[in-house]
């Protein structure tokens, strides 16, 4: 019979002295299986994954090693997506073709802040021709560690926010994928091949 934790319980790991023993021999029997490497089968899958997303190898390697968890979607930033806010909604061609070849996987955007969401939406979605998904206003630059994280979880809901990418272009937006603990957090011109990474 298994006993419910309490009031006051963190439904942390279990501290019943035997869970040490039980990562010691599931390492040791992972080593046994597959050793120290890779199987070369794995690293393929993970490159053709990695293209996929439109992501280099190493910043795929990296999210995947970080967070433990495989790529589900992206949210973007407004910088992120480099649009100029003129009259009329713009986004450059290349992002647009980046975006239009992905794997398929979940497109998330903020709408600047001041704005409706769901007009935003509508608008990026005429001007860019993909079902970028926009819930939640983009968090102000002074926006402390709360409220950034209440933001950001806000846009992702309900994807765990472990298997989302933050694209981004200021450093503000970098603090606001630690708050929530996305995956990881480019910088647009690193993802869309701009700069390296």
Known sequence: MT???????????????????????????????IGNRVPVEIVRSRIRRARALGLSYPQYASILM????????????????????????????PVQEKLASLAPCTLLGFAPEGEVPADFEAELQQVSGLPIRTQAPQPGEAAN???????????LA????????????????ESWASAARV??????????????A
């Open 3 to 33: 006993v419910k934790p309490g009031i006051g319980h963190n439904n942390g790991p279990s501290l019943d002295g035997q869970a040490g023993w039980r990562r010691h021999c599931w390492s040791k029997a992972r080593k046994e299986l």
């Open 183 to 196: 995956a990881k957090f480019l910088h647009t011109d690193a993802y869309f091949g701009q700069r390296e």
């Open 66 to 93: 970080g967070s433990g968890r495989d790529i589900v979607g992206f949210l973007f930033t407004v910088g992120g997506l480099q649009l100029r806010l003129q009259r009329l909604l713009e986004m450059p061609e």
């Open 158 to 173: 309900p994807l765990p926010g472990r298997s989302i990418v933050l694209i981004g272009s200021r450093d503000c937006e």
């Open 145 to 155: 560690w709360s409220e950034a994280r209440d933001a950001v979880r806000k846009a």
